[in-house]
């Protein structure tokens, strides 16, 4: 038997992230980091004005400054977060038609004029989405730095080390991400602590992970495919299938769920249903190596050992070497 590669089924893409790159509130008060200095001096930051009442101006009683020079530092303060802002809007809308690297540029201006949280995080998330794990994991820092119950930015960091295969880490930053947002858990960051878990070979946990997905989010695009690999790591064969029929019902397209389902129906000797899951995975993904191994292995059961060679040699010429030893043994 063949599942897919463990690195392969449980790497859970960063792209199902779904942030909203356009914010409609103020950048300075919003959530998100970087570590660059800005390019203004001290004095060029945005200054808070006290206004006091004028009650002798009817103009939209809207008062006067009592000293004639703060007008200045407003004007310039205006016009820094006014750039800041430009930027801002620049980098997400570059953002939306995923030029990341321009992005990543514009917002790294805009914190040169105006150091923000929700700035810092939306560049941690393109340095994510541009694999840039270790610019990412900086960026988020100082999103959190500057917003403690900053839950995005504490998602992106986990997300950057588990990229980087720093699981102790990604899985302490994880829970901490949940304990940010107890009431209403992410389903995604569960679904990456299931998977180190699953990396660690702790299967149980991983399971209880998945369990508590399934039960705030019954519809979490991968959560049963994901499920379905730990029950049949724990050789509750049955409920795999179950686990990946489920999966294969919300994505019809998910060619891995009908190979691994056909994997657990070998196990089970029911070689028809899995000769049928894999002509789908086939089917799907004309280029599955090892859905042409497990099919090999299906037709050797079926007695068709012509085409069960055929299906190994083309494993093989797909780089899997593992085919080579079933032609050795059965294509004589």
Not at 40 to 69: A, E, F, M, Y
Request: charged letters at 25%; hydrophobic letters at 35%; one cysteine or more.
């Amino acid at each position: 038997m063949s599942l897919y590669s463990k690195k392969k089924s449980m790497r859970l893409f960063f792209t199902l992230f779904t942030f909203t790159w356009f914010m409609g509130v103020s950048i300075i008060l919003s959530a998100q980091t970087n570590n660059l200095k800005p390019t203004g001096s001290k004095k060029n930051i945005v200054v808070p004005v006290t206004l006091s009442p004028d009650s002798s101006s009817k103009n939209k009683g809207i008062g006067q400054p009592k000293d004639p020079q703060q007008v200045v530092l407003k004007k310039s303060s205006d016009s820094i977060k006014m750039k800041a802002r430009e930027y801002f809007m620049s980098a997400g809308k570059k953002a939306e038609n995923k030029d990341y690297k321009g992005a990543i540029k514009d917002y790294n201006k805009s914190l040169s004029y105006n150091k923000s949280a929700i700035t810092y995080t939306k560049l941690a998330y393109a340095y994510l989405l541009e694999q840039d794990y270790d610019s990412a994991i900086v960026a988020s820092k100082e999103g959190m730095n500057m917003l403690p119950k900053n839950f995005e930015a504490c998602t992106i960091l986990g997300i950057a080390y588990y990229e980087k295969q720093n699981l102790d880490d990604a899985f302490n930053t994880f829970q901490k991400a949940c304990e940010l947002n107890p009431t209403n858990p992410n389903p995604m960051v569960h679904n990456y602590m299931a998977a180190i878990k699953f990396l660690k070979k702790d299967y149980k946990t991983a399971l209880v992970y998945y369990d508590s997905i399934v039960m705030r989010d019954s519809a979490y695009q991968e959560v049963f495919s994901n499920r379905g690999m730990m029950q049949h790591y724990l050789g509750n064969y049955q409920d795999a299938i179950s686990d990946y029929s489920m999966a294969i019902k919300i994505d019809s397209t998910n060619s891995s769920a009908y190979n691994n389902r056909a994997a657990a129906r070998i196990i089970l000797k029911e070689f028809q249903l899995a000769l049928s899951d894999l002509d789908n995975a086939i089917r799907l993904n004309p280029e599955y190596a090892n859905a042409y191994e497990n099919r090999g292995k299906v037709k050797l059961q079926l007695g068709d050992k012509e085409g069960a060679c055929a299906d190994w040699t083309k494993s093989l010429s797909m780089g899997l070497e593992t085919s080579k030893e079933l032609i050795i043994k059965n294509c004589k």
